[in-house]
Nanobody
Framework: EVQLVESGGGLVQPGGSLRLSCAAS????????MTWVRQAPGKGLEWVSA????????SYADSVKGRFTISRDNAKNTVSLQMNSLEPDDTAVYHC???????????????????WGQGTQVTVSS
């Protein structure tokens, strides 16, 4: 059974930073790309960032490019999202999910119907 546990969210002031983590189990982590998506209150899912299985290729939404950095540790089965220069529009619940490398390279970074878990809440407010 695939299990994904997101953590690291919280309340931060505009301009601040947070580091999100996703601990994965139940699948061969090192053979899957990983993606982060977010859902703001009253809005649909928004793709944020993705990384290929080996960690050598990353991709970002224009809204976070230059501010967020995705990374992974295949020895620890974790993927992280370092978020700097946070803005109120970054307020959302953040989720991670696996994707095949094939989907990653095709730009299909997430599946809207994926059974997203609870995620981790990020609130950017003064």
């Amino acid at each position: 059974e695939v299990q994904l546990v997101e953590s690291g969210g919280g309340l931060v002031q505009p301009g601040g930073s947070l580091r999100l983590s996703c601990a994965a189990s139940g699948f061969t982590f090192s053979t899957y790309a990983m993606t982060w998506v977010r859902q703001a209150p009253g809005k649909g899912l928004e793709w944020v960032s993705a990384i290929n299985s080996g960690g050598g290729s990353t991709s970002y939404a224009d809204s976070v490019k230059g501010r967020f950095t995705i990374s992974r540790d295949n020895a620890k089965n974790t993927v992280s999202l370092q978020m700097n220069s946070l803005e109120p529009d970054d307020t959302a619940v953040y989720h991670c999910a696996p994707r095949t490398d094939r989907s990653y390279y095709a730009g299909r970074y997430y599946l809207p119907s994926y059974p997203w878990g609870q995620g981790t809440q990020v609130t950017v407010s003064s």
